[in-house]
């Protein structure tokens, strides 16, 4: 497979590239990443210098960049570029709209002329919104998205599904709960409480700290973007999760005991505007249709999670200092430059 990632400098994406490296080793993979502040290229400094995979830096919203990109034959795109943090699209959404949306739109216009064999639209469970107690949201649920960034989402899936109806454009859209693992960039939750657990701060739990997250370990999500690439139904969504929401409060109240530390840490602080109380995703569907199960526990996740930033502090120090910035602009001031290697 020849493989366009795009956003595969962020965590996620750098996962995915990982895992698909090693589960297909002959894999060839052209990732298009715009760099931003989320973005970290020492999370694929393996592959730097590996043949088979290519860096370009570019905007997904760059209709020119994309057709050069598309020169090259290509089987499948595997879309995760997006603007993810829900509290920077409650500052300011317009980069929300311009990426998730537009460059999705732009994506999807040019794959499709190009006749892609295979799209995957990596979406979220933010676009169901909040859900009561008890209750989990399949795939036919409504979409009520209720944060900016999780509207930007709704709307980027809402323009896969046309394609697939109007153009019969093979795109299929997954909907995951949220990610943790290592390369997190440390302004989520997770990552963001161990690296205050590790440096002694304060740890700051908006509210009451009973929203409720369907936490899902990274290697598992990818795996199933993996089976679903290989065996999903066009024009089909598919969820994704781990399968027990749990408060926020028993995520952070667990990551101390694992760190050894103590509970008067926790701080809590001012409520999220539009805070959604509960996530929560049938996940039937992918279980059933193509085998899909999760197989890192919580406990074993959170560990492991730990573990990877207590070994890295050089890589967190290096995503708080934007001293990666300069790197960028360094070594890829060039998009020709890039582009020239492909
Ligand atoms: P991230 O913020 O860590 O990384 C996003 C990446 O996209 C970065 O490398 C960034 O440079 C790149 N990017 C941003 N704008 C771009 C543009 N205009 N053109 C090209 N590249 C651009 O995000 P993540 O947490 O890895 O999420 C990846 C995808 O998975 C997103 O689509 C997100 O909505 C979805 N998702 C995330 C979670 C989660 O818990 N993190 C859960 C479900 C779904
Ligand atoms: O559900 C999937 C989504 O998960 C993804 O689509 C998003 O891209 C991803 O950012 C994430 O969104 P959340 O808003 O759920 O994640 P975040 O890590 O920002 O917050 C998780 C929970 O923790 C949420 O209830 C808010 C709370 N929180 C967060 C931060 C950053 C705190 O209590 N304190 C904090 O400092």
């Known amino acids: 497979m020849k493989l366009l990632v795009t956003g595969g400098a962020g965590f996620i994406g750098s996962n995915f590239i990982r895992y698909y490296f090693k589960a297909h080793p002959d894999a060839q993979i052209i990732n298009v990443d715009k760099l931003t502040y989320a973005a970290n290229l020492n999370n694929l400094s393996e592959f730097e210098s590996r043949p088979g995979y290519r860096l370009v830096r570019g905007d997904i919203a760059d209709a020119r960049l994309l057709e050069d990109v598309f020169d090259t034959p290509l089987d499948a795109v595997v879309h995760f570029a997006a603007e993810t943090h829900v509290d920077r699209s409650i500052a300011n959404a317009r980069d929300f709209i311009h990426t998730n949306v537009l460059g999705t739109y732009t994506l999807l216009d040019i794959s499709r002329k190009k006749r892609i064999g295979r799209f995957l639209h990596v979406s979220t469970d933010e676009v169901y919104g909040s859900l009561a107690p008890g209750d989990s949201a399949d795939e036919q649920s409504s979409i009520q998205p209720n944060s900016p960034y999780a509207a930007s989402k709704a709307a980027s899936d809402m323009l896969v599904r046309s394609f697939w109806h109007t153009y019969r454009f093979p795109a299929?859209?997954?909907?995951?709960?949220?990610?943790?693992?290592?390369?997190?960039?440390?302004?989520?939750?997770?990552?963001?409480?161990?690296?205050?657990?590790?440096?002694?701060?304060?740890?700051?739990?908006?509210?009451?700290?009973?929203?409720?997250?369907?936490?899902?370990?990274?290697?598992?999500?990818?795996?199933?973007?993996?089976?679903?690439?290989?065996?999903?139904?066009?024009?089909?969504?598919?969820?994704?999760?781990?399968?027990?929401?749990?408060?926020?409060?028993?995520?952070?109240?667990?990551?101390?005991?694992?760190?050894?530390?103590?509970?008067?840490?926790?701080?809590?602080?001012?409520?999220?505007?539009?805070?959604?109380?509960?996530?929560?995703?049938?996940?039937?569907?992918?279980?059933?249709?193509?085998?899909?199960?999760?197989?890192?526990?919580?406990?074993?996740?959170?560990?492991?999670t730990v573990e990877w930033y207590r070994a890295n502090p050089a890589w967190v120090a290096s995503t708080r200092s934007g001293e990666y910035l300069a790197y960028y602009e360094k070594f890829y001031s060039h998009r020709d430059a890039s582009l020239a290697q492909l």
């Open 172 to 304: 299929v859209t997954t909907r995951c709960s949220n990610n943790y693992g290592p390369y997190q960039f440390p302004e989520k939750f997770v990552p963001l409480m161990i690296t205050h657990l590790l440096e002694g701060k304060k740890l700051p739990v908006y509210g009451d700290g009973l929203h409720e997250r369907d936490w899902i370990f990274v290697e598992d999500h990818c795996r199933a973007i993996d089976r679903v690439l290989e065996a999903g139904r066009a024009g089909e969504v598919y969820n994704i999760g781990f399968g027990h929401p749990v408060p926020n409060l028993e995520i952070v109240r667990r990551l101390i005991r694992i760190v050894g530390a103590s509970e008067d840490l926790i701080d809590h602080v001012a409520d999220r505007p539009g805070h959604d109380r509960r996530y929560a995703l049938c996940t039937t569907k992918i279980r059933r249709e193509l085998g899909w199960e999760p197989r890192v526990g919580l406990q074993q996740g959170l560990a492991a």
